[in-house]
């Protein structure tokens, strides 16, 4: 079992940066994969972006080229780093672990944060 706390979200105009963190409590981070999966009001959850235990990262194709995902096993905590943001990016920013390979489908993980708000204004 494992815990992740969600933090670093908040509102930013267009064009905008924000990094989204998530450390895990109790437990290391380093065995897992891990991911950052958002929601829309209205919308289904969808996959942003994910990385290995071994550091190789994928992404969606809406966030290709703006936003990094990165570890710090040290810290227990992994990030997404958001730039140029768009209003299209708003929603629950989630993090989420499971124990085998990236998957974009949210039913394969295991363990999820609360959520962060992240809110883009045009």
């Known amino acids: 079992q494992v815990q992740l706390v969600e933090s670093g979200g908040g509102l930013v105009q267009a064009g905008g940066s924000l990094r989204l963190s998530c450390a895990a409590s109790?437990?290391?981070?380093?065995?897992?994969?891990l991911a950052w999966f958002r929601q829309a009001p209205g919308k289904e959850r969808e996959f942003v972006a994910g990385?290995?235990?071994?550091?190789?990262?994928s992404y969606a194709d809406s966030v290709k080229g703006r936003f990094t995902i990165s570890r710090d096993n040290a810290k227990n905590t992994v990030y997404l780093q958001m730039n140029s943001l768009k209003p299209e990016d708003t929603a629950v920013y989630y993090c989420?672990?499971?124990?085998?390979?990236?998957?974009?489908?949210?039913?394969?993980?295991?363990?999820w944060g609360q959520g962060t708000q992240v809110t883009v204004s045009s």
């Open positions: 989420a672990a499971d124990y085998l390979y990236v998957r974009t489908s949210p039913k394969f993980y295991d363990y």
């Open positions: 109790e437990r290391s981070l380093s065995t897992y994969t």
């Open positions: 990385i290995t235990r071994t550091g190789g990262s």
